[in-house]
């Protein structure tokens, strides 16, 4: 295990920010860890990192304990979310940093940073300065800056959170695609399961300080561990006591055994998906999502009536 | 009716510059040299007036870096970290702002003075140079402070932790990034130290027995002269203290790039 956090708690005051937890990250992985604002996420993180010391507990990197360690001799990467670019500095400084800190000779630091710079796509860029570039470069140039003193892991906090939508789309794209070629062991925080569910192969999901489930995207979106998980990894739909995927509501135009007797109250095309919210006899309300063309195929218009079970 | 207000407002404050800046400078520049620029000179190469210039600048030459030092210290301990009696020290960092330096001044005599607490250390304090410089330290103290708390407020931390993830300790951290993200600040402030420390008059006349000659700083040297009748010597020196503290004003504007701001 590249990662190893054992029953880490940490307070702030009368809050507890992180509360007993323990996780493990595979040595070359890509985990998240994923919850709400307020779940402890970050201070986690920044627990591994060093930024902050638990309360209790142990962090153990590459096999060694460095509770006790302070942040530069932990081996590790950090990405702030609000980039932390070092301003009066050129980009190709910034990247430089933590050579120059490490007394690396002149000519490896050049050979070193204009590989990174190609690597993140900054190349041009070398002579700019932070106020000069995009927020999504910013953020390239404070990943190559962490990387180019070769972490044993590299820990992002919110890497894209101050990205626009688009921005964000592509650079998640973009860190999968360089995980897979540096191999070293990522783990970021986020608060969009889309984000995680996406280029996660492992994810923590945290809510309260605890850990609620870790696993696959695939393992908590069809194992979610309870209700919480369920609701937070997907779109759900109450039918009845339970809660349901909105996909996995049968609709017929026919009875069928147990079904029960719905009016489509509104449907809504959103391209290949289509959603529509149901009332029930008794008044309830369910909605559910299929495709366009099972959509089609039962002809489904504002006011049908429409027969429902869960599959 | 906005084009008037706007002269309105040009001229009421221009005025309020001219009348209660520029004037009065200006007439003691004019003073100076109405006699001609040999006369000025003269009064300024006397013996007493060379001393003089010798002796404030010695002052502020301890001062100034002395405060600087103290002041970026102080106030990364204000921002930065946490101690019980922090708001305390915050408070007395102003102290030297409200205090007439009179009362500095004779709070000195009474320190170092006979029979004062510290009196008996192994070098004249009261009425010599070292009291002058203490004095001086004292009044010049909150400027470097008082620039450089809000700047490192805004700064944040992020930079600082981000350089001590990739390997910095306190030391480096500091000089390659809290320092440059600080130094117009640091500038401004002792730009505001030196002004201070060239200008000081109460606590200093207190504390120096103006010994002509021996404890006469150049502005205690001004007003000796205005007492004695000497008004081109008193103008000259005048000049010269100001034109002291606009060449650190203009130092300061010339080695400050353009594009950046503060």
Redesign the interface.
């Known amino acids: 295990m590249a990662i190893e956090a054992q029953s880490v708690t940490k307070r702030f005051g009368d809050f507890t920010a992180v509360d007993g937890v323990s996780i493990s990250v595979p040595t070359g992985s890509l985990t998240a860890l994923l919850g709400p604002s307020g779940s402890g996420k970050s201070t986690l993180l920044r627990v591994i990192?060093?930024?902050e010391q638990p309360d209790l507990g142990r962090v153990v990197i590459e096999g060694s304990d460095v509770t006790g360690l302070?942040?530069?001799r932990r081996g590790?990467?950090?990405v702030?979310q609000?980039y932390?670019?070092?301003?009066?500095?050129s980009v190709h400084k910034n990247v430089a940093?933590?050579l120059e800190?490490?007394r690396r000779p002149r000519s490896e630091i050049e050979a070193r940073v204009e590989e990174l710079l190609e690597l993140v796509q900054l190349s041009g860029l070398a002579k700019r300065y932070p106020a000069q570039l995009s927020g999504g470069q910013r953020q390239r140039m404070?990943l190559a800056?962490?990387l180019?003193?070769e972490p044993t892991v590299l820990l992002l906090d919110e890497p894209f959170g101050a990205l626009d939508a688009r921005v964000r789309k592509e650079l998640r794209a973009w860190l999968r695609r360089l995980h897979d070629e540096v191999h070293v062991t990522t783990m970021f925080v986020t608060h969009d399961q889309e984000e995680a569910m996406e280029i996660a192969d492992q994810i923590v999901l945290m809510n309260q300080g605890r850990v609620e489930q870790t696993g696959s995207a695939r393992d908590l979106y069809e194992r979610p561990a309870n209700k919480f998980v369920m609701s937070f990894i997907g779109p759900v739909s109450h039918f009845g006591e339970e809660l349901v995927r909105p996909h996995d509501i049968d609709v017929r135009r026919e009875p069928n055994g147990s079904a029960e007797r719905a009016t489509v109250e509104r449907v809504v095309h959103l391209g290949f998906e289509v959603r529509a919210d149901l009332a029930l006899d008794d008044g309830r309300e369910v909605w559910v999502q299929m495709t366009r063309d099972e959509a089609a195929d039962l002809d489904l218009q504002q006011g049908s009536k429409v027969f429902i079970a869960k599959q | 009716m906005t084009r008037l207000r706007r002269y309105l407002l040009r001229v009421v404050g221009l005025s309020y510059l001219g009348v209660l800046l520029v004037a009065p400078v200006g007439l003691v520049f004019y003073r100076a040299f109405e006699n001609g620029f040999g006369q000025a000179w003269d009064a300024v190469t006397t013996p007493a007036a060379k001393h003089a210039l010798l002796v404030t600048i010695i002052i502020a030459a301890i001062a100034v870096p002395a405060n600087t030092i103290f002041g970026i210290v102080c106030a990364i301990a204000i921002v930065r970290h946490r101690f019980p009696g922090k708001n305390l020290v915050n408070v007395i960092v102003d102290l030297p702002l409200a205090l007439s330096p009179v009362i500095v001044g004779l709070a000195f005599l009474l320190l170092f003075g006979t029979g004062g607490w510290l009196d008996g250390l192994p070098f004249d304090v009261v009425f010599a140079l070292p009291g002058m410089v203490l004095a001086t330290m004292f009044v010049s103290l909150p400027f470097v402070v008082r620039e450089v708390v809000p700047v490192l407020r805004e700064i944040g931390t992020e930079q600082e932790q981000a350089a001590a993830t990739l390997g910095a300790g306190g030391w480096q951290t500091f000089r390659r990034v809290t320092f440059p993200a600080i130094r117009w600040a640091v500038a401004y402030g002792v730009v505001l130290t030196t002004a201070r420390a060239l200008g000081e008059f109460g606590a200093i006349s207190v504390v120096s027995g103006r010994l002509i000659g021996k404890t006469e700083s150049l502005t205690l040297h001004v007003e000796e002269r205005y007492q004695s009748f000497d008004y081109a010597g008193a103008y000259a020196a005048s000049v010269l203290l100001a034109m002291l503290a606009i060449a650190t004003l203009v130092a300061m504007t010339v080695s400050r790039p353009k594009d950046e701001v503060r």
């Open positions: 990192s060093g930024l302070p942040p530069q590790i990467g950090f702030f609000h932390a670019a070092f301003k009066h500095m940093f933590g800190i490490r404070a800056r962490a180019a003193v």
